[in-house]
């Protein structure tokens, strides 16, 4: 299994050699300070792209990773189903390897990463080329904590329950 650091020097090295990448930043549980490290985590990376299509066009790109196991490409399912799909401003390679690593590498059009660049609180930035990732605060997973509920919250929840409780007998 290749180390986490020749898993981010491929990244980055592979993001550097091509002008079309402007910027990589992460999320996810390597961003997370609180996450304790296993064999299992995933690298959750973006690259911020000048446009998609070229990558679309010739796949045999991902080929630079690794040696691919499985993969999923979700827009691709997604559009197949005939759901509402954006390959200009998003597509995503979810890439298992063959050493045991995986990659969930989507590629963002500088548009969309204008509009979503920092809504997800647990985001590293790893290059800017053009100065383009606005400053963040430290990463934090906060909003992935469970609270309370407040007393509409639980009540709709039990209401929800006592709804559909007969679909149980139902379906039996």
């Known amino acids: 299994m290749r180390t986490e650091k020749e898993m981010y020097d491929l990244i980055l090295g592979v993001a550097m050699c091509d ?3 402007r910027a990589v930043y992460m999320n ?3 961003a997370n300070p609180n996450v304790k ?3 299992f985590q995933d690298y959750d990376i973006i690259y911020a792209v000048t446009e ?3 990558f679309l066009r010739d796949p045999s790109w991902i080929s630079v990773f690794g040696e691919v196991l499985v993969m999923q490409e979700p827009e691709l399912m997604d559009h197949t189903l005939g759901k509402k799909t954006d390959f200009d401003t998003r597509y995503a390679y979810l890439m298992q390897f063959a050493d045991g690593n995986r990659i969930d590498l989507t590629l963002l059009s500088l548009l ?3 509009k979503e660049y920092g809504e997800d609180a647990l985001t590293v930035p790893l290059l800017d080329k053009d100065g383009i990732l606005k400053p963040l605060g430290v990463p934090t997973d906060e909003e992935f904590w469970v609270k ?3 007393q509409a919250q ?3 929840c039990c209401n ?3 709804w559909v409780a007969p679909y149980c007998a139902k379906g039996l």
Request: aromatic letters at 12%.
């Open 28 to 30: 996810g549980s390597r």
């Open 160 to 162: 929800e329950f006592f």
């Open 19 to 21: 002008e079309r990448v």
């Open 154 to 156: 639980y009540a709709a």
């Open 37 to 39: 490290r296993d064999l």
């Open 112 to 114: 969309q990463l204008q």
């Open 148 to 150: 309370r509920p407040t």
């Open 52 to 54: 998609t299509a070229s």
